[in-house]
């Protein structure tokens, strides 16, 4: 589980799940091909598979927090994963600093599974899962490339204190080392584009993505 994180798995992992249209009002079952084309077969059951083997990550997570006094609950209220201080009975929704993940983003990021596969909420227009990172697009780096950044991947992060919807857009060259990781550039998707770039290599690196993912789909079509 920990070499499946450090290798960068976790967003495209994500995506295969996030791929299948899922319905909110039936136990986030797949949406019948008939109602949505997309949900095919090979889709469905690829999304099936990233799932199941990320609930494998989330078990190894979860026992990271066993041996330091710490177990996962479902709160009902809230409909989320909490994470329980056996010793105090504290709970908080985010997972905990724990001594053996002091300053190793792949044992952070293994916690940070545990949440990652239950939606928030349900989108009011659409129906749809609102994910609490929602991965917009993933370009993996060649097969035969030697640089381990040569992946990029655009998701949306929601924000905790923000209203339901609200989120940062973030580009992340190379493995994702998790929501308060480093992150190539960020911005508010409700902002004009172009308007929050921090940088040049931002928009060098939004570019290159976009000129990607034109090439794959024009080679597609």
């Known amino acids: 589980a920990y070499a499946l994180v450090a290798a960068g798995a976790v967003v495209p992992l994500l995506a295969l799940v996030q791929a299948v249209a899922r319905d909110s009002d039936d136990g986030l079952k797949p949406t019948d091909v008939a109602t949505c084309p997309a949900n095919t077969d090979a889709v469905v059951a690829a999304g099936d598979t990233a799932l199941l083997v990320l609930a494998e990550v989330a078990n190894v997570a979860a026992s990271f927090l066993a041996e330091e006094g710490w ?3 479902y709160d009902e209220d809230t409909d989320r994963p909490v994470f329980v201080d056996e010793q105090s009975g504290m709970q908080q929704a985010a997972p905990p600093q724990l001594a053996s993940t002091a300053g190793d983003w792949r044992a952070a990021l293994l916690l940070e599974t545990l949440t990652l596969v239950q939606p928030l909420a349900t989108d009011p227009t659409t129906g749809a899962p609102r994910w609490p990172v929602r991965v917009l697009r993933h370009v993996p780096g060649a097969v035969d490339s030697q640089d381990p ?53 931002d928009a060098t690196a939004a570019a290159a993505l976009a000129l990607e993912l034109g090439a794959r789909s024009g080679g597609s079509g």
């Open 71 to 73: 177990e996962v609950r």
């Open 149 to 201: 950044l040569a992946s990029l991947s655009v998701m949306d992060l929601a924000l905790e204190e923000g209203d339901d919807g609200e989120c940062t857009r973030v580009l992340v060259r190379g493995p994702w080392m998790g929501s308060d990781g480093d992150v190539e550039g960020e911005v508010d998707p409700n902002e004009p584009p172009g308007t929050a770039l921090d940088s040049w290599g």
